[in-house]
């Protein structure tokens, strides 16, 4: 039964869709065989007043298709790059059906390297988990524009010198030592915004995009002589809007993982920056937003929970 009076209550924001979809994709070129390893999650908005306020279920495309839609896809598009999967898919849900409007994919890829046994002869069938960071992708479309959001997160870094930390504000509750030499390390989370929009114009290529956008961040922060984390991190983002004009906007999230000296002089040993304790919790947080000159931010504000 349903109440048609009006009240204090209206139907804000929504939207619905099938959330990870695991989608393990091999290509067999003789005895080689590639494999992309998806997981991807549909999110659709448009006209859902209906199934919210009446439970009329005439305009709702089903979650269980739209998995079936990206098992399908997986088989007749290929996977290429997450990306241009994403495209597909966001294309199909919003120009097949009148009641969507717009359709949000999000895709973790998880890369593989091959294991090149001595044994296996001209076999190429086998394949380790390449390190630890996992790709991201966030597709947007309403029919007319794109909005592309790449990234990566998990991606584990480490400087055992060249970082300092010293000359910070001081209150009574502050007993952080400064320090001249230290860890530096953080898990890099980021995501970084194309400028391509327009179909009209020619696509990046997402794949090398990629590959070059996660080279700079690893080059820069090599590269930088740390006096903070967050001095690291500018230097990380402004390489790689610098080096690649594609990208308009880069997001950095970079938890401090923190590396404390153990104390061993109770032990009557000297611990000269060799022994460390690494905490992972609690832990600082670094965040920040590096844009094109004259570009609008466009990426979501929260970093905390990327995509």
Do not use: C
């Not at 091999?26 to 007043?49: C, F, P, Q, W």
């Not at 696509?203 to 090398?208: A, G, Q, R, V």
């Not at 947080?285 to 929970?305: C, K, Q, S, Y």
Request: charged share 25%; net charge negative; hydrophobic share 35%.
């Amino acid at each position: 039964m349903t109440d048609d009076r009006p009240g204090p209550a209206v139907l804000g924001q929504n939207q619905y869709g099938k959330a990870e979809n695991r989608v393990v994709r091999i290509t067999r070129d003789g005895a080689t065989h590639h494999i992309k390893d998806l997981n991807v999650s549909v999110s659709l908005t448009g006209d859902m007043e209906d199934v919210h306020l009446t439970g009329s279920n005439a305009n709702v495309l089903t979650t269980d298709a739209t998995k079936n839609t990206v098992f399908a896809f997986a088989k007749e598009h290929g996977v290429d790059s997450a990306e241009e999967f994403g495209i597909h898919l966001a294309r199909h849900f919003v120009t097949s059906q009148d009641a969507i409007r717009t359709a949000r994919i999000r895709i973790e890829e998880y890369a593989w390297e091959r294991i090149e046994a001595p044994g296996a002869g001209e076999a190429k069938h086998s394949f380790v988990r390449k390190n630890q960071e996992i790709r991201t992708a966030q597709i947007g479309y309403d029919g007319h524009r794109w909005q592309i959001v790449s990234g990566l997160k998990d991606l584990t870094v480490l400087n055992s010198t060249a970082s300092e930390f010293h000359g910070y504000v001081k209150d009574r509750y502050t007993t952080l030592p400064e320090t001249r030499d230290r860890i530096l390390a953080t898990q890099v989370h980021a995501r970084w915004r194309y400028g391509w929009t327009d179909e009209a114009t020619p696509m990046p290529p997402w794949d090398l995009a990629y590959e070059h956008t996660r080279r700079h961040l690893l080059h820069a922060f090599a590269e930088t002589y740390s006096l903070s984390l967050q001095q690291t991190l500018y230097q990380m983002g402004a390489r790689v809007i610098e080096q690649l004009p594609e990208i308009d906007e880069i997001r950095l999230s970079l938890p401090n993982r923190h590396h404390f000296l153990v104390d061993l002089e109770p032990f009557g040993l000297k611990n000269d920056n060799e022994v460390y304790f690494a905490a992972d919790r609690p832990y600082g947080l670094i965040e920040a937003t590096i844009l094109r000159d004259g570009a609008e931010p466009a990426i979501p504000v929260d970093m905390t929970n990327l995509p």
